[in-house]
């Protein structure tokens, strides 16, 4: 069978290309050896009648769900047709959308019209394990990310970084909103809550000011792992906003304060406002927790003295 195929013409099937069993508990009695021939005869001419039928609408590729005969096999090698068996439905529903093919679940009703294409399909081999590689296809939304590593704890880190990635480019699909990253986001909003808060008497001034160094804590933590002096690095990163460039944030990459949004280092917004939404959230389960302790502390009257030393 052939190992590569280039300007491929891949069919799509949903069907055995082997010799099915009966519904029913059937049994054939042979009383002579031509029986037993005519039989295993009509076995390969069935066999021979599916692949004629690929081989008629012109694929060149076969891709199937179910399973191929060794016959069957035999017949597609012949004919140089590369063919793959016992593929997953989702492998093969991703195939239909990229190459522009149709599934078909019957072998005798597929057209060249239900072919899907690509510009080569191939057979590698990395490193123990044979993989089919069908690239170049004709609409190549669905792809598959081939990730390697020196062990499997770099492996699963590399696949979680993958799948952050991807879902930061849905969530900016799903909300078409960004803001500068290096913490520029969360040194202009401390700032503006600061100024806010002296506009409060008592303890909602302090609140909102706690509030606003709990955001400083995210520039804060960029420029010591940075391994920046988080002290100058808050105090230039302040004194630059307070100039009305609000996109100034902390560049980890060369160590120095620049416009984060020049750098093409945006965020999604949808994340920051849940990142947001959160914090606020876990903060104020702490404190509704603080204070059922306290309450409940209050009504059992005074705590006992410690035990003299």
């Given at each position: 069978m052939p190992t590569k195929i280039e300007k491929a013409k891949i069919a799509l099937v949903n069907a055995p290309l082997e010799i099915e069993k009966t519904e029913m508990s059937a049994e054939i009695r042979i009383t002579d050896p031509t029986q037993m021939q005519m039989f295993l005869e009509e076995e390969n001419r069935m066999l021979k009648a599916m692949v004629d039928k690929i081989i008629e609408v012109g694929a060149n590729v076969l891709i199937c769900q179910k399973g191929i005969?060794?016959?069957?096999?035999?017949?597609?090698?012949?004919?140089?047709?590369?063919?793959?068996?016992?593929?997953?439905?989702?492998?093969?529903?991703k195939l239909a959308k990229a190459t522009g093919g149709t599934i078909s679940t019957n072998l005798d009703d597929i057209t060249s019209k239900d072919l899907g294409s690509a510009e080569h399909v191939e057979q590698r081999k990395v490193e123990t394990d044979k993989w089919?590689?069908?690239?170049?296809?004709?609409?190549?939304h669905a792809v598959t990310l081939l990730l390697r590593g020196g062990s499997q704890r770099v492996v699963d880190e590399v696949d979680r970084s993958i799948h952050d990635a991807l879902m930061v480019v849905?969530?900016?699909?799903?909300?078409?909103a960004?803001?500068?990253?290096?913490?520029?986001?969360?040194?202009?909003?401390?700032?503006?809550?600061?100024?806010?808060?002296?506009?409060?008497e008592g303890r909602e001034q302090l609140a909102i000011k706690k509030y606003a160094e709990a955001l400083e804590i995210?520039?804060?933590?960029?420029?010591?792992?940075?391994?920046m002096d988080p002290i100058d690095t808050m105090i230039t990163l302040r004194a630059k906003q307070a100039q009305g460039k609000k996109w100034t944030g902390i560049d980890a990459r060369n160590t120095r304060i620049a416009d984060m949004y020049s750098l093409d280092i945006v965020e999604p917004v949808a994340v920051k406002e849940q990142i947001i939404k959160s914090a606020t959230e876990a903060a104020c389960m702490i404190l509704r927790i603080d204070d059922v302790i306290a309450?409940?502390?209050?009504?059992?009257?005074?705590?006992?003295?410690?035990?003299?030393?």
């Open positions: 005969d060794d016959i069957a096999q035999h017949y597609l090698a012949k004919a140089g047709i590369l063919s793959v068996r016992r593929v997953k439905e989702s492998d093969l529903t089919v590689f069908i690239e170049g296809c004709r609409n190549p849905k969530d900016v699909i799903e909300k078409p960004i803001v500068a990253g290096g913490g520029a986001p969360e040194a202009y909003l401390a700032s503006g809550l600061k100024d806010w808060a002296d506009r409060f995210i520039p804060l933590t960029i420029a010591e792992n940075a391994g309450s409940s502390g209050a009504k059992g009257g005074h705590a006992p003295h410690p035990p003299m030393g």
